[in-house]
């Protein structure tokens, strides 16, 4: 593939004020898979704030990283990344559909590795579906290997039968999260003990560990929701049952490619 573009046009969003935010969550939202459309926070209506919030810290104390390409046209290409401890996470990557093919994957994918170095993470990671095997081909080409894989799977709530035993934990810090950006993460405590449930809109993801209707029937009473479904770690990349299926991928940083 010929490159015609270089690594020196790739810029950080540092501003709240970036006009190019809302450019930024459209162009995320459509790298989404069809059957994980409003189920992501990218998907809130709000997600536009959240990124104004996470890019005003210096960069020295943030966790959110956003490099792009853009022009007076527009933002060409994202990349989202997260600091999550001793790994850098690609937790969305973009390019506008009149820019493919100019090398922008590969070199945001580079761009990502360079960053990883100066923020002193060991590892980058990614999730990629199973069903996209261009784009597997592509991280693989940058070094990375499957690590793990998750299966996401619709949920129905059980009116008969919910749990009697849930309490929530944080409830006015989740409202006003949600509130503010349109997804938030609801921590609850069950016979199972505490854990968190993402809700993004209506929809409700459960924990990987839940394995009956119940909670879902319990938290509906709060959360009015439209859909229900919880993401567990599968052995391999096939895709029978469940609506979608994600490899997590990894490589080393100081591998070169």
């Known amino acids: 593939m010929t490159v015609l573009v270089t690594r020196t046009a790739i810029v950080t969003v540092d501003e709240p004020t970036d006009p190019h935010l809302d450019g930024i969550v459209e162009l995320l939202r459509q790298s989404i898979p069809a059957e994980c459309a409003g189920l992501t926070p990218v998907h809130a209506a709000n997600f536009s704030a959240y990124l104004a919030a996470a890019v005003s ?36 990557i973009a390019v506008a559909a009149d820019q493919r093919g100019r090398g922008w994957g590969g070199l945001l994918l580079d761009d990502g590795c360079d960053l990883a170095r100066r923020l002193g993470c060991t590892e980058l990671a990614l999730d990629v579906s199973v069903r996209n095997p261009g784009a597997r081909r592509l ?43 349109g997804f938030g993460d609801l921590r609850v405590r069950s016979e199972a003990g505490a854990t968190s449930v993402r809700v993004v809109g209506a929809a409700l993801r459960l924990p990987a560990e839940v394995t009956g209707p119940g909670l879902a029937a319990a938290l509906t009473e709060v959360v009015p929701a439209t859909r229900c479904y919880r993401i567990r770690t599968v052995s391999g990349a096939g895709t029978t049952g469940g609506f979608a299926h994600f490899a997590r991928m990894s490589r080393p940083v100081d591998r070169q490619v």
């Open 57 to 92: 810290p210096p960069r020295s104390l943030r966790t959110v990283m956003l490099r792009c390409v853009r022009d007076s046209s527009g933002v060409r290409a994202v990349a989202d990344w997260r600091v999550l401890g001793g790994r850098l996470f690609l937790n969305g």
């Open 139 to 181: 991280y693989e080409r940058r070094g990375f290997a499957d690590e793990t894989y998750a299966q996401w799977t619709e949920v129905t709530p059980d009116g008969s039968a919910p749990n009697p035993h849930v309490r929530l934990l944080d409830w006015p810090s989740f409202v006003a999260h949600h509130s503010a950006y």
